[in-house]
């Protein structure tokens, strides 16, 4: 039987050590960057602030520590949410599945209490004792965030059509893309709603980022965008200096997929990375997107999953 206590700042070095275990069992050097070397600090924070919210409890059998567990409270499309990202948990391998049950048991309580009715949690995809705990507690798979060295990309496509980076007076024909590929993630069966990008914003995007297009004579069909992380990120476990698919993503219109153009779009962005010395792209992909998953695990390795459960809204009733 394990007790749940609030989390101290004497345990944080503690629990540091049970995810650092817990990370290099699922994150090998070979296809994931050193996250441990540069974000132990970003860890450490994270876990001081939601100690000091009363956000960070542990688990503790015969006295000692065999779990713990940190969450914030966010907004997530427009819901009072409860969210732990990657870095937020950890449990040793004897009693794992327990050594959960009895934190989100605790942990749970207080978000519906707190009216914290969708809960959002991040873990390693190739944790299948985790993974079937949660899947059991009523979560299911939202998003997978993937990544992949640089130098072990080998993609070889011919594809017909004339591929260029994005500049700023591409903003106008972007913008009509943009717009269409925000339709396609609002309908079925993805139903997720993405912000809306004005003409400037989209320019800042490509000024500041690296946007590749698809061309089809002057039409645009596709695109894809890199940004540089400048910071350690405490969800996708990304480093200073990594790339990640993200700002406009990538899209390819409808009728125009099949033909190799996401595939060609993923070169240009591999030959920049090597070009600029950047060791690993990432990126993020919806599960319940058909196209993006099927096309994304073909060349990146999952490597955290995010899983969503929506509690009734009346239990608190």
């Known amino acids: 039987?394990?007790?749940?206590?609030?989390?101290?700042?004497?345990?944080?070095?503690k629990a540091?050590?049970?995810?650092?275990?817990?990370?290099k069992k699922?994150?090998?050097?070979?296809?994931?960057?050193?996250?441990?070397?540069g974000g132990q600090q970003e860890i450490e924070s994270y876990l001081l602030k939601q100690i000091e919210k009363d956000n960070a409890i542990v688990a503790k059998k015969d006295g000692a520590i065999a779990g713990f567990m940190a969450w914030?409270?966010?907004?997530?499309?427009?819901?009072?949410?409860?969210?732990?990202?990657?870095?937020?948990?950890?449990?040793?391998?004897e009693d794992k599945a327990q050594i959960y049950?009895?934190?989100?048991?605790?942990a749970s309580q207080s978000w519906v209490e707190n009216e914290r009715f969708n809960h959002l949690w991040m873990f390693f995809h190739d944790d299948s004792i985790l993974k079937n705990m949660l899947y059991d507690a009523g979560f299911g798979a939202h998003v997978v965030d993937a990544c992949r060295k640089t130098s072990e990309f080998s993609l070889q496509i011919d594809c017909p059509y004339k591929i260029s980076?994005?500049?700023?007076?591409?903003?106008?024909?972007?913008f009509k893309l943009e717009v269409e590929s925000r339709c396609y993630f609002?309908?079925?069966?993805?139903?997720?709603?993405?912000?809306?990008?004005?003409?400037?914003?989209?320019?800042?995007?490509?000024?500041?980022?690296?946007?590749?297009?698809?061309?089809?004579?002057?039409?645009?069909?596709?695109?894809?965008?890199?940004?540089?992380?400048?910071?350690?990120?405490?969800?996708?476990?990304?480093?200073?200096?990594?790339?990640?698919?993200?700002?406009?993503?990538?899209?390819?219109?409808t009728e125009y997929r099949g033909k190799g153009i996401g595939t060609r779009l993923l070169v240009e962005v591999v030959n920049y990375c090597r070009d600029a010395s950047i060791p690993y792209v990432h990126v993020s992909f919806e599960t319940s997107n058909p196209f993006g998953?099927?096309?994304?695990?073909?060349?990146?390795?999952?490597?955290?999953?995010?899983?969503?459960?929506?509690?009734?809204?009346?239990?608190?009733?």
């Open 72 to 93: 914030m409270y966010v907004d997530f499309h427009r819901e009072k949410s409860a969210f732990c990202p990657t870095i937020s948990h950890a449990a040793t391998d």
């Open 1 to 13: 039987m394990y007790q749940i206590s609030q989390m101290k700042i004497e345990e944080i070095p």
């Open 293 to 317: 998953n099927k096309f994304w695990r073909k060349s990146f390795k999952p490597i955290i999953l995010s899983g969503r459960r929506t509690v009734n809204k009346d239990a608190n009733s």
């Open 16 to 23: 540091m050590q049970i995810w650092y275990t817990q990370y």
């Open 101 to 106: 049950h009895a934190m989100y048991n605790y």
């Open 26 to 37: 699922y994150c090998t050097q070979d296809e994931f960057p050193d996250f441990w070397y």
């Open 165 to 174: 980076k994005a500049v700023p007076r591409d903003a106008d024909l972007l």
């Open 186 to 253: 609002l309908n079925a069966p993805i139903f997720l709603r993405k912000d809306v990008r004005t003409k400037d914003e989209l320019i800042n995007i490509i000024e500041q980022n690296i946007v590749f297009i698809a061309w089809d004579n002057t039409v645009p069909i596709g695109m894809i965008s890199l940004i540089l992380s400048k910071k350690y990120n405490i969800e996708t476990l990304a480093v200073i200096g990594s790339g990640q698919i993200k700002g406009l993503g990538a899209y390819i219109k």
